[in-house]
């Protein structure tokens, strides 16, 4: 089942052209790597996606259906570009800043029931940061607060969790954990995730479908055939040749 649909979507921003009839689906289930060099519109099909942006033309479809339509929003967290990245002054602890995020689904002005609460603990504990409940999120690695970023989309109870650039803050020695972190996500817990990376490395090492757009869709596909069969375009965009290790599969 295709939970996120594509069709021929194109967005102009104040007259430039930013993304150009893109085409594809996502299946319930997917692990999916968005790559493509800066400026290449990623941010942009991301906000899309989300309703944040409405194309110029072409459809998008989420759960089988409409966006205009579509209104469980707390079926999809979300995780933007320098999340985890707020003003230290800001006294918050990491278990108010994760129970915020339930605040949409049990309601702005009402009081969180015993679900509410134990959703909330279901994220923390597979996020693996209810160790830092009482802890001031300034005070927290660049790794651990985005883990609790994750577990504030995770307490919703999401079905689709998209990314963008989740591992910016991360420590480069931390990264391997963290994107076991979400491999756990997808595989254990069976969330889709969707997530935006310039390392083409781990792309190749953590997705299973890749899609590279560069304004337009280059191209979209699994990972180990995209970089087998397409390497000359990803080292035209890129710049430099491509040197991957896929993983046996």
């Not at 893109?22 to 942009?44: H, L, R």
């Not at 110029?56 to 707390?74: E, H, P, Q």
């Not at 609460?117 to 790794?143: K, M, P, Q, T």
Request: hydrophobic share 40%; aromatic share 8%; with cysteine.
């Amino acid at each position: 089942m295709a939970i996120i649909e594509l069709d021929e979507i194109s967005f102009s921003y104040s007259g430039e052209p930013v993304l150009h009839d893109i085409s594809f689906a996502i299946e319930k289930g997917a692990y999916a790597g968005v790559i493509g060099p800066n400026g290449g519109g990623k941010t942009t099909l991301l906000h899309v996606i989300l309703g944040l942006r409405s194309p110029n033309s072409g459809s998008v479809k989420l759960f089988g259906g409409d966006i205009a339509a579509f209104k469980d929003w707390t079926k999809i967290g979300y995780l933007p570009q320098r999340a985890a990245h707020i003003d230290g002054r800001f006294p918050i602890t990491a278990y108010e800043v994760v129970s915020h995020g339930r605040v949409a689904k049990a309601g702005l002005f009402r009081r969180f029931s015993a679900a509410d609460h134990e959703a909330i603990d279901h994220a923390l504990e597979i996020s693996d940061v209810s160790h830092l409940v009482n802890r001031l999120i300034s005070d927290l690695s660049g790794g651990e607060r985005q883990r609790v970023f994750i577990a504030r989309a995770l307490s919703s109870e999401p079905e689709v969790l998209i990314l963008d650039e989740p591992a910016a803050g991360v420590d480069v020695g931390s990264q391997s954990k963290f994107y076991g972190f979400l491999q756990e996500l997808n595989k254990k817990h069976g969330i889709t995730i969707v997530f935006v990376s310039h390392d083409l490395d781990i792309i190749a090492h953590e997705a299973s479908q890749l899609i590279c757009i560069n304004r337009s869709l280059v191209c979209e596909g699994p990972v180990s055939l995209i970089f087998h069969e397409k390497r000359a375009v990803l080292e035209s965009i890129y710049g430099e040749s491509v040197r991957l290790m896929l993983n046996e599969k």
